[in-house]
């Protein structure tokens, strides 16, 4: 036997006589004279410090003497002075026991806490369904040692969201002085467009008004945790911090969803910074409906050319006499038209056969060549005629390296006319390429100069005297287009220019 099993479980005094004298309970456990004097003088209610079973006693001498212990204690020799391990001990055990209200199925005070289930209980609690180790897995405290506890977990929350909302608030505020900044920038900007410019103002306003809504509910927000935080700190009992804790769960979970709501909100079109550089390619960059518009002076008429986005480039569609929606944001279309490239440009060719899209080919010109130009032209449908919605009407010697397929006939769409829209272009010279995969050619009489052919295959040591342009994405489409019987249902549903940005 150890000397500490024949010491007081309150103040770790050995047994011994007078004050020392150890004093049976009814759970069987034992504690000296004086520690149960002063248990009982403390109360009720009187509980055993080790098992927590009440006890009824009004005087210490009511309890009988456990003398065999006594016995026991006598045999060991203790110094004259024996300092106590534990102070504190004593003190919980001695001051007055907080308790968490009632117990609503044993009414008895629930004078303790389990950490486990998150719940106070009673002396019976603890037997029944709160059963501590090695009988069960509950973590059993004092409401007076849970207290503090409880306190320091909601504290901790509070500081997180608090922190959250922090940085929310410094982001929010962060996104404020920036929107300001691109309004006051763009504004500038639109005052050198010729048309639309309130519109995209509005956008702005609206996001400023959900900016400051968010940024003052996350004020109003913090405020309040910030009351709740001292409410958690000066909460006298276990019903007030969970009443608090509800509380703060539930202010939590409205914030959550309310921010998310706000972000949604605020998200809206996005528009490039770059407008300082008078560039409109921060407009072609925004998720906006754009079209451009070109007037024709000799008619007072006009066409719009709408402008999109693919694989992060503008492509500039062909004009068309559609007049789109007034809420649509017009560009001057050669404002666009200035953005393309003079040296080796791009265009892109939508095909559709059998009644739906089938694929996009881009096509990039050799340098800068009059060809070159007359195919942009035709492409983009400035000058008035288009390849938009003409057909590809002849392909012949498929899978042999003579394989070619022939459009572009934008005045009668049979491959009987198409004419040279620039004259004075000569074959050979710069024109002349290797046929490879891909090369696009036009023709050497001058009725059918305006319209293309397009080999599909590498053709080893032939040339051609027309060739001004590359396919550079899109090849396999073309050869699945010429195997489409009959080929005159492959038609060019959209083309026009690419931007790069």
Not at 160 to 182: D, F, P, V, W
Not at 260 to 289: A, C, H, M, Y
Not at 470 to 497: F, M, N, Y
Request: proline content about 5%; glycine content about 6%.
């Amino acid at each position: 036997m150890l000397e500490e099993d024949l010491c007081c479980r309150v103040c770790q005094e050995l047994f011994g006589e007078g004050k020392r004298v150890p004093r049976n309970l009814v759970c069987g456990h034992s504690l000296c004279t004086d520690c149960v004097s002063q248990l009982i003088t403390s109360g009720p209610p009187t509980f055993c410090p080790e098992c927590r079973q009440d006890f009824k006693a009004t005087n210490v001498e009511e309890l009988t003497p456990n003398y065999p212990l006594l016995r026991l204690a006598s045999t060991f020799t203790s110094p004259e002075k024996r300092k106590s391990k534990t102070e504190d001990n004593v003190k919980l055990v001695l001051e007055p026991q907080a308790d968490a209200g009632e117990c609503l199925t044993h009414n008895f005070k629930r004078y303790f806490w389990c950490s486990t289930c998150g719940m106070p209980a009673c002396k019976d609690c603890l037997v029944l369904s709160h059963k501590s180790p090695p009988d069960g897995k509950c973590q059993i405290l004092t409401v007076n040692l849970a207290l503090p506890q409880m306190k320091k977990v909601q504290m901790a929350k509070l500081a997180s969201y608090l922190g959250t909302l922090t940085a929310m608030e410094n982001n929010l505020q962060e996104e404020i002085e920036e929107n300001k900044a691109r309004q006051i920038s763009h504004k500038k900007f639109m005052f050198r467009l010729v048309s639309r410019e309130k519109e995209m103002l509005i956008n702005f306003d609206e996001k400023n008004v959900h900016l400051l809504d968010a940024h003052s509910r996350v004020k109003t927000y913090k405020e309040k945790l910030e009351n709740m935080k001292n409410g958690v700190t000066d909460s006298p009992s276990v019903e007030d911090i969970v009443v608090t804790a509800k509380d703060i769960k539930q202010t939590i979970s409205t914030m959550t969803k309310q921010m998310k709501e706000f972000e949604e909100r605020i998200e809206g079109p996005q528009f490039s910074l770059q407008v300082e550089s008078q560039s409109l390619k921060s407009l072609l960059q925004s998720n906006r409906d754009i079209f451009t518009k070109l007037d024709d002076d000799s008619d007072g008429s006009s066409r719009w050319a709408r402008i999109s986005i693919h694989d992060k480039v503008a492509h500039l569609h062909a004009l068309q006499d559609e007049e789109p929606s007034d809420s649509t944001l017009t560009l001057p279309f050669y404002s666009a038209l200035d953005l393309v490239p003079r040296e080796n440009p791009k265009v892109f060719m939508d095909l559709q056969w059998a009644g739906q899209h089938q694929g996009r080919v881009y096509i990039q010109m050799f340098g800068r060549t009059r060809f070159g130009e007359q195919f942009l032209l035709l492409c983009s449908g400035e000058q008035g005629p288009c390849y938009k919605f003409t057909c590809f009407y002849k392909s012949e010697d498929i899978d042999t390296p003579d394989a070619v397929i022939s459009g572009g006939d934008y005045e009668n769409n049979d491959g009987t006319g198409g004419a040279a829209f620039i004259d004075g272009i000569e074959n050979g010279g710069i024109y002349e390429r290797d046929i490879v995969a891909g090369l696009i050619v036009s023709w050497p009489e001058e009725w059918r100069r305006g319209s293309f052919e397009i080999f599909l295959e590498n053709n080893p040591g032939q040339k051609d005297l027309t060739g001004f342009g590359q396919v550079i994405s899109g090849l396999a489409v073309l050869k699945s287009a010429s195997r489409h019987k009959p080929i005159t249902d492959v038609i060019i549903e959209d083309c026009g220019l690419v931007v790069p940005l």
